[in-house]
């Protein structure tokens, strides 16, 4: 019985399975609100009101034509897309959803798992540096230089921030931390730096306007991805996908106090919370222009991170109130 | 300064370089200069009268010889240079350390008219193919295009 | 660090139209550019050779898909000039209508571009929304929404009616509202703005030797535009100020095409309100007497010159065409020199590139064959292989 609901656990609900139909469904909603604050309809054929567009943009790149470059190793080549979409989902497995227990450590619950969401979250980074660097195309060349120039941007403020809450929560542990503010949701308002930076962190994470300078397509044309085609492009833009879901459930999990409830209460909250997550960072990409490689290293040194020392700072102080 | 003035005060200052001078309608000037003589009236035209500005180089082919034409234009009227040129020796001095904004139009008249610009800063073909045969001067009144025949790659018997 | 070249082009997202530009970078740093045209030739010049004076004005317009009226008008007046025609006062005014709202157009279009380049897409969504009002002012005008044809040689082909009139008056009045806010737009945003201040400067003097003209020249800092320094049509007798910057860059320039729209919506309003009465055409001899003659036209995108020569035939003997881009490439060779990568399309943007305006020479058809045969694949690859007999297996052109 364990053993099936592990099974279920990891290909069904909430690993592959629930993650690729939810990926592709937020995907839409992201496209669909950002068409609309641009006075544009979105996608409108497929499904009901374009629903279905993200799945079928999957199977169409998946019957595409599979290029491989000449001077590219490709065995690397071929199995960084998989790797992404493993790293993303294993992470999205940590998420406190379904089948944990508080009182004790399971294979998806532990101490530190936090980290371990954010380690593989970082590895999924590496790896588009990697399938920039293995393209040896110019443009992917400097998209692959890109992405590790604003790895060392983000990253810090990103882990600074997630960890504030968990400082407060006195716990290494998603479902502690949610579990706690489940308990004290009050303390969350002091929280409201912390998830400012994090979302921006999550946005530059994400390479989405203002950060989507790894790619940016009128000057690098599809800069980590332009040697990219076919089943392997198509897994790329799962993992973004799948990328964007995780994150705004870590997100929802230290910021918004996780999702308690049932099977099914946890579910809505899921849904609901990682939405809201997802609208702030469309409107986030609406509002935008892309900034340079270099200002945004500077915007993060300058300003998130030293807000983010500022949320530890407070945190800390909290705890010493608390206790 | 208007444009009477400007006509006169060509015709008095640069009487020595300048051959012919008219001015058939209101604004444009044309005047004639010998091809030794252009970088210093161009000079001239540049420093005492403002006309730092090239329009373009328009090349023209009279069949007996070439005709080069410098549109130059100050804020109150636009200056033509004229310049002539022989047929059997088609050659003239660039103008780029007067006016460094000359070097894609004397490119072009060297693709389009065969046109040789001694001293140019950067002699590559402009507007051509790299690979345009030799001696093909599209703009010229002679000129007969022959398309090459095609070669499909792969396809060599 | 290594240097390495890139090419930008003839193919790349950020163009619209090939053209290719070589960068020479240093990591992000651009060390050395050049650029290479070509890509978009049609031998208009010579082909005006080959045809009337009115067949001209149609293949003028088609040099450019966004400033057709200019090279229209650019054109016409040349001619106008040659046969010393004098345009009813009432032509010219419904010509610099069109021109000024063919001048809103394409700097709502550029705005939107720039902003698409910047990676802004909200903003380029949002002024090519409105765009399509000004595109159909100019169908309600001219019965096109790209190319016009409204002019003539000695003046318009159709006039204006009252209700045309204040459909105008209105159409503008919502697109003064829209720039206004643009202008607060883009002059505020802090993601934008730091994206094009400072970027791709052009000092006074380079943009003076280099021959740069139009917006480019007058974000540097230089008061001059044709329809001031050589007013053509009626531009004498309208109030309208030139607009400049004085900050040489992109931001600069951005500037000087937000102002220069709201003049251009003061102008249509002038010009509407105080449409004078009368014919709106002359008639025009068909065959042109002997001369030569220098038109200037202040385009959309700067000084546009043409230079015609007629030979006291019904044809011209020769057409000079200069498109205002073909100017301005010097001075973008100069601009992206130091620059950032991430400033490439932003700086060639900034001078609103039209490639196929700055090409137009070569003839690549074949004008001796002139009855076109309809060839099965056979027959072709029978003349290919007689062909390659005779060459003996050497590319004319390899490729």
Sequence with gaps: MAIMKALVYLFVYPGLLFLFVYSTFCEWFDRKLYARLQNRVGPAYTGRAGILQPIADFLKLLFKEDIIPENADRIIFSILPVIGVATVATAGLYLPLWNYDVSRTTFNSFQGDIIVVLYLLCLSTVILFLSGWHSTNFFSTIGGVRVLTMLFGYEVPLFLSVLSPAIVADSWRLAEVANFYQDFPFLLFFQIIGLFVALISLQAKLERTPFDIPHAETEIVGGTFTEFSGKKLAFFRLMTDIEMVVGSGLIATVFMAGFAGGLMGSLARFVLKTLIVIAILSIIRATFSRIRVDQMVVFSWKYLTPLAILQLLVSIIIKGVIK | ?157 | MKKIKIPIGPQHPALKEPISLRITVEGEVIKDADVRLGYNHRGIEKLAESRTYVQNIYLMERICGICSHSHTTCFVQGVESLCGLEVPKRGLFIRMLVCELERIHSHYLWLGVAAHEAGFDSLFMYTWRDREVVMDLLEIISGNRVHYAINTIGGVRRDLSEVQKEKILEGIQFLKKRMEYYTNLGTTEPSFVARVSGVGILPKEKAMSLCAVGPTLRASGIASDIRKDDPYAAYDEIPFSVCTATSCDVLGRVVVRIKETMESIKIVEYLVKNLPSGEIKVRAPRKVKEGEAVSRYEAPRGENIHYIKSNGTDKPERVKVRAPTLANYPATIEMLKSGFIADIPLIFAAIDPCICCAERFVEVIDTKNENTQVLTMAEIKKRYSKSQGLKKGSSVWPL
């Design chain 2, 1 to 157: 300064m208007n444009q009477a003035e400007i006509f006169e005060k060509i015709r008095t200052n640069l009487s020595a370089q300048i051959t012919d001078i008219s001015m058939p309608s209101p604004r444009r000037i044309f005047v004639s200069v010998a091809p030794e003589k252009l970088i210093e009236t161009l000079k001239i035209l540049k420093d005492d009268f403002g006309f730092y500005h090239l329009s373009t180089i328009s090349g023209l082919d009279k069949i007996t010889g070439f005709e080069v034409l410098y549109h130059l234009a100050n804020s109150f009227v636009s200056l033509t240079v004229r310049v002539q040129i022989d047929r059997a020796k088609p050659e003239i001095i660039s103008i780029c350390e007067v006016i460094p904004g000359a070097i894609l139009y004397e490119r072009e008249i060297q693709d389009m008219f065969g046109i040789k610009v001694i001293n140019i800063p950067d002699s590559r073909p402009l507007v051509l193919p790299d690979d345009w045969p030799e001696g093909e001067y599209p703009l010229r009144k002679d000129w007969n295009y022959q398309p090459p025949a095609e070669t499909i790659p792969g396809e060599e018997q």
